[in-house]
């Protein structure tokens, strides 16, 4: 859905991407990660078409950015990560405007009007003033207003900034729905507890530059195949001293829970069997799960 | 409905405010009519003044601030990126903008226009007319051209990595007018050229010549000022395409070069001749070059494509990538040996004289276009403007003291005047490879160029 091919961008005194190239596939829900400055921002806008890269090419569901901008910018929604809303217009008035310039046929407007705000809950507000809404539900008008003409693409550049956890459970609803929905999907941030919840795939920049292994698994709940934690009742005061003594390689220890390393053709049932006969009183014994984080600091040092 | 043209009136022309407005402009016809009822003629007059006064200050100050900050207002709401990716074409968000959100004021304006043109028809004025239909035109043509304007601002604020603000555009369009009429009323640039006919368009009396035809002046008037405005609505559209990252051949802006200096050219003609109106067009271009330098961004990374263009010959992307200062540049120096072969031809002129001047003038532009780039193009581009402008007032201020002191000859070294044959062309040509070095050596590299 979306084809980033060595793209190169300058500012005036600055470059802030150096060759990225990725892929991002339909129905993917993708966390572009990275440091403050690395260039994240920088890509989300010349993947909008909103500037163009010096070098390179970039293609939206088949459309090159450069060659036919205005088709790309009917094909996504575009949220940035300081925007601003009509504060003057009503809710109802503001997705009618977006609706209607996004090239809906003033046919279906209302319907679009309606699912749109449906959509964030805003339905039960729309003759309030966009600048009465609160922060959380100002996030929400603007992601309505970008998606209300249904675009194959979405792209959110840090979205969750500024929310409070009630607010942020909302937008990862969301975005679920979306996606579920079919859309493809681009989040930007450098938090990854926001992404957690919904990213399917993940893209780390850094200075610029694609890091890792370019656009790898997020993590997303998936299971480790090559750790388990075990929560231990009464944890003797030797325990780590114990495990290493049984060959167990401890990962970490966060409290009585300990994450440890399999290794390479070991089962965890049998693994487990080991520790009960050493008289290790086991409370919990689970698969650890990968999580975005996990991924992140696997491919930050490459 | 135009979308933005609706947006607009939902923000601007609400029914609350039109009813404001409609007493404040009621209150104002009423009490002239009171204060002038002793006879039909001063009713008439007094009538005709309060609607000009209210067509100035809606249609002329409250319009033009709208149409600039019908833009300027959006990038400092942030809603302009959400705009920039809606489905709108360049020219529905152009007159969508510009009409929508100055209607208020054009509707204020428009009962300006109607009561002078009730009033003069009244007192029997043969202008009855044309001028109501000059005054619709000028308000389009000061609006589309701070609409124009402020898209420029955009252009240069994003280059220069600051906001574009209203006060910043307002007070560059002053000075860019300022610097540019003081320029051209200069008696060594206008020399041998007869601008100062411009003049004629400020008043609408008497007739106007143009190429030879013979025009009541305030019908040219109107026409110039709809061609004008045009033009302008023109230049925004085109701007507005540029921001909506739509590219294309760059037609316009050669159009009305080709225009302004016919235009120019056509006031000069019938007393001075074709060379001297070649020599108008060429200077009137030569303004614009100046004029472009300014409103351009100092985009170094377009310019180091354009340059990548030209040298793999890809034409097509050159012209798209080339600096706006190219084509007046060019135009000017065509125009001006136009004229001279036209002059050798003709026997209009003793031509060696005036040729040496005009091309100590070229090549003095050549310079100035140098050091603005060198300026524009520095570590700090938000103050290039202004020393830009420092350094070409102080060239031309050590031009006019080595005049005094040592005449013509010294002065023109530093200043294109008349004196020795080569003089100012052999100086002005020296400047213009120094100024341009110095402006290549930082487009290349600015760090380098700013550590040095």
């Known amino acids: 859905m979306i084809d980033v091919r060595d793209v190169v961008y300058d500012y005036p005194t600055l470059r802030a991407l150096h060759g990225v190239s990725c892929t991002v596939e339909a129905g993917a829900v993708l966390a572009l990660v990275g440091p403050n400055g690395a260039g994240k921002s920088t890509l989300m806008r010349c993947i909008a078409a909103l500037d163009a890269p010096t070098e390179g090419t970039i293609t939206v569901a088949g459309l090159d950015t450069q060659a036919d901008p205005r088709a790309v910018h009917a094909a996504l929604g575009y949220l940035p990560d300081f925007f601003g809303l009509y504060d003057e217009l009503s809710i109802r008035r503001s997705l009618t405007y977006a609706a209607r310039s996004r090239g809906v046929a003033d046919a279906v407007v209302a319907e679009a009007v309606d699912l749109a705000a449906a959509r964030v809950q805003l339905s039960d507000r729309l003759d309030q003033r966009a600048g009465e809404l609160s922060r959380g539900l100002r996030q929400r008008l603007a992601i309505a207003q970008t998606i209300v003409h249904r675009p194959r693409v979405l792209l959110l550049d840090e979205p969750a900034a500024g929310l409070d956890p009630e607010a942020r459970r909302s937008l990862s609803d969301l975005i679920l729905k979306l996606a579920a929905d079919g859309m493809t999907i681009v989040v930007s941030s450098h938090i990854l507890a926001e992404l957690e919840d919904y990213s399917t795939r993940m893209l780390m920049i850094r200075d610029g530059r694609v890091a890792g292994g370019g656009v790898v698994a997020a993590g997303g709940g998936a299971r480790d195949e090559a750790r388990v934690r075990a929560t231990f009742a009464d944890p003797p005061a030797d325990l780590e001293a114990r495990l290493v003594a049984l060959g167990v390689a401890v990962e970490r220890r966060t409290g009585d829970a300990v994450v440890i390393a399999l290794a390479p053709g070991e089962d965890a049932a049998a693994l487990l069997a080991r520790l009960v006969k050493a008289d290790l009183r086991i409370c919990a014994y689970e698969p650890v799960t990968r999580t975005l984080e996990d991924a992140y600091m696997a491919q930050a040092p490459r | ?452």
């Open chain 2, 1 to 452: 409905m135009n979308p933005e043209f609706e947006r607009n009136l939902w923000l601007e022309a609400a029914p609350r405010r039109i009813a404001w407005a409609a007493v404040a402009v009621g209150v104002i016809y009423g009490l002239t009519a009171i204060s002038a009822t002793r006879s039909p003629d001063l009713l008439a007059t007094a009538l005709a003044t309060a609607g000009a006064v209210v067509f100035g200050a809606c249609g002329l100050v409250w319009g033009a601030r709208a149409a600039g900050g019908a833009v300027l207002n959006e990038i400092g709401d942030r809603t302009w990126d959400f705009q920039r990716l809606s489905a709108l074409a360049p020219w529905a968000m152009t007159w969508g903008k510009l009409l929508g959100a100055a209607s208020l004021a054009w509707l204020c304006a428009l009962t300006g226009v109607l009561v002078v043109g009730v009033s003069l028809a009244w007192q029997g004025r043969p202008d009855a007319l044309t001028t109501p239909l000059f005054m619709i035109a000028l308000a389009l043509l000061i609006q589309a051209i701070c609409m124009a304007a402020a898209l420029v601002g955009v252009r240069k604020a994003r280059a220069e990595g600051r906001t574009a603000r209203s006060a910043g555009v307002a007070g560059g369009l002053l000075i860019g007018v300022v610097l540019l009429f003081g320029v051209a009323t200069s008696e060594g640039f206008q020399r041998g050229a007869g601008l100062s006919d411009l003049s004629r368009l400020f008043a609408s009396k008497g007739e106007v010549a143009w190429w030879g035809l013979t025009v009541p002046a305030s019908s040219f008037r109107l026409l110039a000022t709809a061609a004008f405005a045009a033009w302008a609505l023109a230049g925004a559209w085109r701007l507005m395409r540029l921001e909506l990252q739509m590219q294309g051949a760059p037609v316009v802006w050669p159009a009305f070069l080709v225009f302004l200096a016919a235009f120019a050219g056509g006031l000069v003609y019938p007393e001075a001749g074709l060379p001297a109106a070649q020599l108008a067009g060429a200077l009137v271009c030569a303004l614009c070059a100046y004029a472009a330098a300014f409103a351009e961004p100092a985009d170094r990374v377009r310019l180091r494509l354009f340059a990548a263009a030209v040298v793999r010959r890809t034409w097509a992307r050159a012209l798209r990538m080339a600096p706006a200062a190219i084509a007046p540049v060019l135009l000017a120096i065509l125009l001006t040996a136009k004229a001279f072969a036209t002059a050798a031809i003709t026997r209009h002129w003793a031509i060696e004289p005036q040729l040496w001047q005009a091309a100590g003038l070229l090549a003095f532009m050549i310079r100035d276009l140098g050091v603005v780039a060198f300026h524009r193009f520095g570590p700090r581009p938000q103050r290039g403007d202004f020393g830009a402008v420092l350094t070409l007032a102080l060239l031309y201020l050590a031009g006019g003291i080595l005049g005094g002191m040592f005449g013509h000859d010294g002065g023109a070294l530093f200043a294109p005047l008349p004196g020795p044959p080569g003089f100012s062309l052999g100086s002005g040509a020296v400047q213009a490879v120094v100024a341009w070095w110095l402006a290549a050596r930082r487009i290349r590299a600015p760090e380098a160029s700013a550590a040095a």
